[in-house]
């Protein structure tokens, strides 16, 4: 299928906020997917938002959605070095019901 | 808490051997999945599962095959294991919704020498 893009790499200072930008495929996708995954381990979900949503809040996550360009971002305040992590975006694929249509990770690197 | 459980972490392998990675989940999920991840290529889809014996290819299914006798398990086969298989094999269950949400295992590291 089509590739849902994001930046490959981000590097941000302790306590700045980071933002990780993606780039969807399908616009009948129903929700779209933030997921962590630590070294060594696999992919944590970290927090999901409904196409009809512009804005999801969750503590220091605050996703935003643009339907009309395809635009997903993943804010994330006050960031701590335990967030060095790489993140995934994700959507779910139009009709299929099941399967997850990942980006290609955006490694966080936090230093202090 | 969801526990998507994969039988090992580290495999290493010949080419040529039949090898079988194992996946269980406790949560009765419908779903079940595998995914290869390789450096700069993120998240591929091998095969999933949506019920007990039903599979459907996901985007490289070839080399691999799978089976699904019950609910909790989900095997991924290589039939004969060469060296472009060697990658870190993720499995992930959900449950049939909407929301469509994904729960991983740890993962399974496999080199095929």
């Known amino acids: 299928g089509e590739d849902v893009e994001q930046s490959l790499f981000l590097s941000v200072r302790e306590g700045d906020s980071s933002v990780i930008n993606c780039t969807y495929t399908?616009?009948?996708?129903?929700?779209l997917y933030w997921y962590k995954q630590e070294p060594g381990a696999g992919l944590q979900l970290l927090t999901y938002?409904?196409?009809?949503?512009d804005m999801k809040q969750d503590q220091r996550l605050t996703v935003l959605l643009n339907k009309k360009d395809k635009h997903l971002s993943l804010r994330i305040a006050d960031t701590q070095t335990g967030d060095s992590a790489i993140y995934f975006c994700a959507e779910s694929i139009g009709n299929s019901g099941y399967a997850l249509n990942f980006g290609k990770g955006t490694s966080l690197l936090v230093t202090p | 808490d969801v526990k998507v459980t994969q039988s090992s972490r580290y495999l290493v392998k010949r080419t040529g051997e039949k090898v079988f990675l194992e996946c269980v989940q406790d949560m009765d999920h419908e779903n079940m999945f595998w995914y290869r991840q390789d450096p700069g290529l993120g998240l591929r889809l091998i095969y999933f599962s949506y019920d007990v014996k039903m599979k459907e290819k996901g985007d490289i299914p070839e080399g691999y095959s799978v089976s699904r006798e019950k609910k909790e398990r989900f095997s991924l086969i290589l039939e004969s294991a060469s060296t472009n298989q060697t990658s870190m094999y993720l499995c992930?269950?959900?449950?049939?919704?909407?929301?469509?949400?994904?729960?991983f295992g740890a993962g399974t590291r496999l080199s095929v020498l």
């Open positions: 992930a269950s959900g449950r049939l919704s909407a929301k469509n949400i994904q729960y």
């Open positions: 938002i409904f196409s009809n949503m």
């Open positions: 399908d616009s009948s996708s129903t929700y």
